[in-house]
């Protein structure tokens, strides 16, 4: 038994990484099914598509930019995120993560992908920025990633750096994002046919797993 689930997500998203996690977790709390049985089809999707290469500040900072609230309030809302991906496993170290555009790092994602390195290549990229304090938007970055963490060859990834090879292929996804009316990440769609929006908690996946399967 296999099911298909397609996800439209951003590296940079907490809760596409809480969501993917909560996931993972309802595949291995579904009686019968198994990691291998649920296959994951990634899809790109930009939160912020003119943020610069690489932001000033913290990700407090451009959230109170971004949504027109006080500082206070954006350290609040990302202390909240960080607890609750700490309680799913996860680490967000929001006070040293650095944002920046993702454009690049979905490009890079299509490589991968081609290499059959999908799903490790969204764990190492979504583990850097949300870890390790990397920054996405930046090529040296990027390469480091591409390379050391996801094996993939770096001539490869350093012409897809150079050019605007596969940026048609991220265009056209999140293209179809908004056909479909996804204005937000993270979106499933399980089975072809049940949508899921969002860092649903893992028994909500669970019973959508279930009626797909």
């Given at each position: 038994m296999?099911?298909?689930?397609?996800?439209?997500?951003?590296?940079?998203?907490p809760?596409c990484y809480?969501g993917?996690r909560?996931?993972?977790?309802?595949?291995?709390?579904?009686?019968?099914?198994?990691?291998?049985?649920?296959r994951?089809?990634?899809?790109a999707?930009?939160?912020?598509?003119n943020?610069?290469?690489?932001?000033?500040?913290?990700?407090?900072?451009?959230?109170?930019?971004?949504?027109?609230?006080d500082?206070?309030?954006?350290?609040?809302?990302?202390?909240?995120?960080?607890?609750a991906?700490e309680?799913?496993?996860?680490t967000?170290?929001?006070?040293t993560?650095r944002?920046?555009?993702?454009?690049?790092?979905h490009?890079?994602?299509?490589l991968?992908?081609?290499?059959?390195?999908?799903?490790?290549?969204?764990?190492?990229?979504?583990?850097a920025?949300?870890s390790?304090?990397?920054?996405l938007?930046?090529?040296?970055?990027?390469?480091?990633?591409?390379?050391?963490?996801?094996?993939l060859d770096?001539?490869?990834?350093?012409?897809?750096?150079?050019?605007d090879?596969?940026?048609?292929?991220?265009?056209?996804?999140e293209?179809?994002?908004?056909?479909?009316?996804?204005?937000?990440v993270?979106?499933?769609?399980?089975?072809?046919?049940?949508?899921?929006?969002?860092?649903?908690p893992?028994?909500?996946?669970?019973?959508?797993l279930?009626?797909?399967a």
């Open positions: 296999a099911i298909d689930v397609d996800i439209w997500s951003d590296f940079v998203c809760f809480i993917k909560n996931l993972q977790l309802a595949v291995d709390q579904t009686d019968g099914l198994e990691r291998g049985d649920v994951l089809r990634w899809h999707f930009e939160l912020d598509p943020a610069p290469q690489e932001s000033e500040g913290t990700v407090a900072d451009s959230v109170a930019k971004k949504y027109g609230v500082q206070q309030q954006a350290i609040a809302s990302q202390e909240q995120i960080a607890r991906a309680a799913v496993g996860l967000f170290n929001w006070r993560a944002p920046g555009n993702t454009f690049d790092a490009r890079v994602f299509q991968a992908e081609g290499d059959e390195q999908a799903d490790r290549a969204d764990e190492e990229l979504k583990k920025y949300f390790d304090g990397k920054c938007g930046d090529h040296e970055v990027l390469t480091d990633i591409a390379v050391n963490k996801i094996g770096r001539e490869a990834v350093e012409e897809v750096l150079n050019s090879k596969y940026a048609d292929v991220v265009r056209d996804e293209n179809q994002a908004h056909q479909m009316g996804v204005n937000a993270p979106h499933f769609v399980i089975g072809g046919k049940l949508a899921l929006s969002g860092a649903q893992p028994e909500m996946f669970a019973a959508a279930n009626r797909a």
